[in-house]
């Protein structure tokens, strides 16, 4: 077991803190932001937040550092981001390093991330679960496919009775390479009936069905993450807008264009302007600062055709 008491003023702790954003990169994201200007005026004084970034390092090459996160944030006029780990190659059995990365983004950038930590339920999570949250972490990130593991195996179990008897959120990875989403959530509910649950990329393959069946439950969110513009045009077709969070996961997907695909689907689908506000931010604030309401109002009677 890794134990996480690394001094987070040393360079293996903060390698990404501190560094300038990339100026071609930045200039590359003001021309892709140029088609959102039209909605400029529809978002005067919306408050969005985004549930899906990460900073650090990927075993894809990808990086992203704080300090271009929220100049990307800036130029979007995003106020705050939850903030987790890449699956980067430095994460050892528990992300403790990875963590670590989170957690010093966030000290740079107080008023404008909300660090989420991650765990592998492959391996004891326990002391990195315990030490994240005294550290003042406000969620955790799952990816079974990243770490091999499926959403309802007993040891992601285990961790999410952690999360629900201390009231922090999980989000779940269930787009690209995850099968059997719905049937894994609806046990994870059964179990957990009090678990604040995100679905990160909305159950993509299975989206129509977890709408379906499970949009009516209070403790779950759909997240709008790399949909692509036409699973993007069915989750808002068919999922209650208080359940539906906006999501970039940046740097993996186009964030502009797809914030750009949002405002669009919600001007055609004639989305009332006080809805966008809340799958915008609004929905989001609601369980970062008050916490969900009626979380017990799932009904779970359909479990039996799981």
């Not at 890449?86 to 050892?92: A, E, L, T, V």
């Not at 990365?101 to 004891?124: C, D, G, H, K």
Request: aromatic share 8%.
């Amino acid at each position: 077991m890794e134990t996480s008491n690394t001094d987070l003023t040393t360079p293996a702790a903060c390698d990404l803190v501190g560094q300038e954003p990339d100026p071609a990169r930045l200039a590359r994201l003001r021309r892709e932001t140029e088609p959102l200007e039209r909605f400029r005026e529809k978002l005067r004084g919306v408050r969005i937040w985004d549930m899906h970034a990460h900073v650090g390092r990927d075993h894809d090459g990808s990086v992203l550092d704080p300090a271009e996160l929220v100049a990307r944030m800036d130029m979007l006029g995003v106020e705050k981001t939850v903030v987790f780990p890449m699956d980067d190659p430095r994460q050892g059995e528990c992300f403790t390093h990875p963590n670590d990365v989170v957690w010093e983004a966030y000290r740079a950038y107080p008023e404008r991330i909300i660090p989420f930590f991650r765990l592998n339920p492959n391996y004891s999570s326990r002391d990195e679960y315990e030490y994240r949250l005294d550290q003042g972490f406000q969620g955790i990130k799952l990816h079974p496919r990243s770490q091999s593991f499926s959403i309802s195996q007993p040891e992601a179990m285990r961790i999410y009775g952690w999360a629900e008897r201390d009231g922090i959120p999980v989000l779940v990875h269930t787009g690209r390479g995850i099968e059997n989403v719905v049937r894994d959530i609806r046990h994870v509910a059964d179990q957990h009936p009090a678990l604040r649950l995100v679905l990160g990329h909305s159950a993509a393959y299975e989206l129509k069905e977890c709408c379906a069946r499970c949009e009516s439950c209070d403790w779950l969110l759909f997240d709008t993450s790399s949909l692509g513009k036409e699973r993007l045009r069915s989750l808002l077709q068919i999922a209650d807008p208080h359940k539906i969070v906006y999501g970039s996961d940046v740097p993996f997907d186009p964030q502009a264009e797809d914030l750009l695909h949002l405002l669009e689907l919600a001007e055609e689908l004639e989305i009332p302007q006080k809805e966008l506000e809340l799958i915008l931010g609004g929905n989001l604030r609601r369980w970062m600062e008050e916490g969900p309401v009626c979380r017990y109002s799932c009904p779970l009677d359909f479990a039996q055709g799981a």
